[in-house]
């Protein structure tokens, strides 16, 4: 615009609102006491970070040298958890396709989605690592049960993602596919899927590095993989190995990052 | 001449604000008919009711201090809604419906061939239709309708790398494999350039009349309505305010439609000489 003439009326910016930068100020407030009152609750002592820093010192220094004789039993224990997280992951992909459907408020009722989105809040709430406890006790020790583990918690974890894309999705689609006379899975399968594939795609892509990160810790408790082998380590003070372990681990969990990072780079 | 689409005392609240009120008309089989009226005046609303994409509002629900009669819609003899509640039967119904929309709709990630074929979803099995599985058969009527409306070789290419007007071709191909025997279409040509737009209302007019099919259009652009349609419907804040022949289009209801100034914006011009005539100024500004 050029510089406005004696024609135009002067203009003013618009009053300010002051309920607004009320509520802004209280929601800070709020914040900040949440912080606070957090503080005492977990025991927040930051100064133990430098008075003990020997001791750290000293713990970290005992995992040096780190001891690499058994690497091939460890890449191989690797290789099983790597294992159990595709496993996990499918199976769960699986489950939450339906699941996800079916707690999208765009395409069910509510009193579909509601008992549905609650079943999927219980798999989600609890943690792979309670959940590879109980399978322990179910199926035995192994493998086996990290994969339940895994299959039960990402499906909740999936189908919550992939409900909220279906339920940002175009209306206009299902409509096409609706005003030819199709079915209402017609509709799901050409309106809404092929709509939400490439975020469905990113969101398992993201939960398979999760889970390959997951699967090394419910080792810990007889889940199988690394993480038994990493715990029995840790448990007979063998330090050194276990620093072997983690770098194994470290590196495997990076080069499973980038490729799925260049994967769904490629899919979207 | 019989029937093909009736509507009965349709009226519509969206939130409260009324939307359609008390329509009712009859159309017959192979009228090519235009529903105009301004942006709001409920053209949209009245074509997704026909097809059952949306209900009427319910019966015995109280406007203006009276009960409502049963708004009752049907297509082809068929039940679409009554008083709100859409017919049992109302996905096979819609079958013979088609519905172009403004924006085309299709599949976006799959081929021209592939989202033509879905007309036929509601007569091939269910099971083919989840798995994308359709019969030779069906993919050659699918190749036929694309060769009518001049896309046959762009089948394989993704619906996605078409322009506009091309997608639209594409969704009247799927509307003919699916054998409807009424198309409504709900400005199909609102987002596109001129050119593109008499090429799909060309193709939309000419396939019709091919196959005496019944067609609604709604329109933006009154010149499309005096070129393509023979019967005008003209709607105004959700009343019909004209019903005719398209001749019989006046300037001053026109005037009335759109307000006055909107005359120019719709390329029209009044003559001098015929004061009932309308002539259409240079075709670049017919197109908002």
């Known amino acids: 615009m050029q510089n406005a003439g004696d024609s135009h009326p002067a203009v003013a910016l ?3 609102d002051t309920k607004r930068s009320l509520m802004h100020a209280f ?39 780190l001891d690499f004789h058994e690497w091939d039993f460890y890449l191989a224990e690797m290789v099983i958890t790597l294992q159990i997280a595709v496993w996990g992951t499918v199976l769960s992909i699986v489950a939450a396709i339906p699941f996800g459907i079916l707690s999208s408020e765009n395409i069910v009722p509510w009193w579909v989605y509601q008992p549905v989105r609650r079943l999927m809040d219980a798999a989600r709430a609890i943690n792979e690592m309670v959940f590879a406890m109980l399978f322990v006790v179910v199926v035995g020790l192994g493998p086996f049960a990290g994969v339940l583990a895994l299959f ?13 894309a279906v339920e940002a999705i175009e209306p206009g689609p299902v409509e096409g596919i609706r005003s030819t006379g199709a079915s209402a899975i017609h509709e799901v399968i050409f309106g809404v899927i092929p709509q939400v594939l490439p975020h469905w795609i990113s969101f398992s892509l993201y939960r398979f590095e999760s889970n390959v990160r997951s699967a090394t810790v419910i080792g810990l408790v007889g889940a199988g993989g690394i993480g038994v082998v990493l715990w029995e380590s840790i448990r007979a003070f063998s330090f050194p190995q276990a620093g072997a372990i983690m770098v194994i681990i470290i590196l495997s969990v990076t080069l499973i990052d980038l490729l799925s990072q260049w994967l769904r780079k490629r899919v979207i | 001449m019989d029937t093909v689409i009736s509507i009965n005392n349709l009226s519509k609240h969206f939130k409260g604000k009324p939307a359609l009120n008390d329509v009712s008309l009859t159309i017959s089989r192979g009228e090519t008919v235009a529903l105009i009226g301004a942006s709001g005046s409920g053209k949209s609303t009245l074509l997704r009711h026909i097809a059952g994409l949306l209900t009427t509002d319910k019966s015995g629900q109280e406007a203006g201090g009276c009960d409502l009669p049963v708004c009752c819609v049907s297509v082809l003899g068929q039940t679409i809604q009554e008083g709100g509640q859409l017919a049992k039967k109302v996905r096979q119904h819609r079958a013979r419906v088609g519905f172009i929309f403004q924006q085309f709709n299709l ?13 036929a ?4 099995p269910g099971w083919r239709g989840a798995l994308n599985w359709f019969p030779k058969s069906e993919q050659l009527v699918a190749m ?5 409306v001049g896309m046959d070789s762009f089948a394989n290419q993704r619906a996605s790398t078409l322009s506009g007007g091309q997608q639209q071709r594409v969704a009247i191909a799927r509307a003919l494999v699916q054998g409807a025997e009424v198309l409504l279409a709900d400005e199909p040509v609102a987002s596109l350039d001129p050119e593109s737009s008499r090429r799909v209302l060309g193709t939309l007019t000419k396939v019709s009349k091919q196959d005496q099919k019944t067609v609604v259009i709604s329109l933006h652009q009154v010149e499309y309505a005096r070129q393509y349609c023979t019967r005008v419907i003209a709607l105004k804040k959700g009343r019909i305010v ?5 001749a019989n289009l006046t300037p001053t209801l026109l005037n009335e439609l759109y307000g006055s100034e909107s005359l120019n914006v719709h390329g029209l011009t009044l003559d001098a000489s015929e004061p009932n005539t309308i002539k259409s100024s240079n075709e670049m500004t017919s197109v908002i």
């Open chain 1, 152 to 164: 039960v918690h990402t499906t909740g974890i999936l189908a919550k993602l992939f409900s909220e």
């Open chain 2, 144 to 148: 036929r309708a694309l060769q009518r």
């Open chain 2, 107 to 119: 599949v976006n990630r799959m081929s021209v061939l592939n989202n033509v074929v879905l007309g």
């Open chain 2, 242 to 246: 004209f019903d005719g022949p398209t």
């Open chain 2, 121 to 124: 979803l509601a007569r091939v």
């Open chain 1, 27 to 65: 929601g800070w407030g709020l914040f900040l006491a949440l912080l606070g009152l957090s503080w005492e609750g977990a025991e927040m002592n930051p100064g133990v970070l430098v008075s003990d820093a020997s001791n750290m010192l000293k713990f970290a220094s005992d995992f040096f040298p």
């Open chain 1, 14 to 16: 618009p009053k300010r």
